[in-house]
């Protein structure tokens, strides 16, 4: 069972878009939610994350919003280039000595030129 | 900076034999995280330890165990390799446990045949 739901599974936007991904959590425990930007055979890198005291962090053309109570969370790029295309993954990470990443099933982008 | 540095690269096996995956983290960082990411899968965390010992456990099959050394570097050992074991592997370093950033290395693909 997928703790962390991610969707859509694949999205194409063109060059200059916005790309919007969404991600849900059911566990209460968790209390910090990384995006990472994976390209093909290469590692998951960290894009931008939150923690459910904020409800918006933006970094560049990088946007997390994030509404505690409904359990969701979401990230938006902004003016979409052709080199963002790749796949992106939501996580979450659970409080507590436990630090390991639960990841949405993540998605593919493609920014069209 | 350096980065997270995974050896081998890439790894072809036949079914039933053993593997060992090397991981060195960044410099300084403590805490060693390894996940399996199968093909269009996303990546699910196996195991992780923290200054040399194991710190949690999640889906690794008894077949596999793995270490981290006094150099904090750490083998992932696997046996009786099986067609389904074949993913990519990727290990994760971070500065002491309680940190949520994870610095993914570049992962090694493993084939069995």
Known sequence: ?113 | AAGVIQSPRHLIKEKRETATLKCYPIPRHDTVYWYQQGPGQDPQFLISFYEKMQSDKGSIPDRFSAQQFSDYHSELNMSSLELGDSALYFCASSLGRSQETQYFGPGTRLLVL
Not at chain 1, 22 to 33: M, Q, V
Not at chain 1, 73 to 100: K, N, V, W
Request: hydrophobic share 35%; aromatic share 12%.
């Open chain 1, 1 to 113: 069972q997928q703790q962390v739901k991610q969707s859509p599974q694949s999205l194409i936007v063109q060059k200059g878009g916005i790309s919007i991904i969404n991600c849900a959590y059911e566990n209460t425990a968790f209390d910090y939610f990384p995006w990472y930007q994976q390209f093909p055979g290469k590692g998951p890198a960290l894009l931008i994350a939150i923690r459910p005291d904020v409800s918006e962090k933006k970094e560049g053309r990088f946007t997390i919003s994030f509404n505690k109570s409904a359990k969701q969370f979401s990230l938006h790029i902004m003016d979409s280039q052709p080199g963002d295309s790749a796949t992106y993954f939501c996580a979450a990470l659970e409080e507590g000595s436990a630090r390991q990443l639960t990841f949405g099933s993540g998605t593919q982008l493609t920014v069209l030129p």
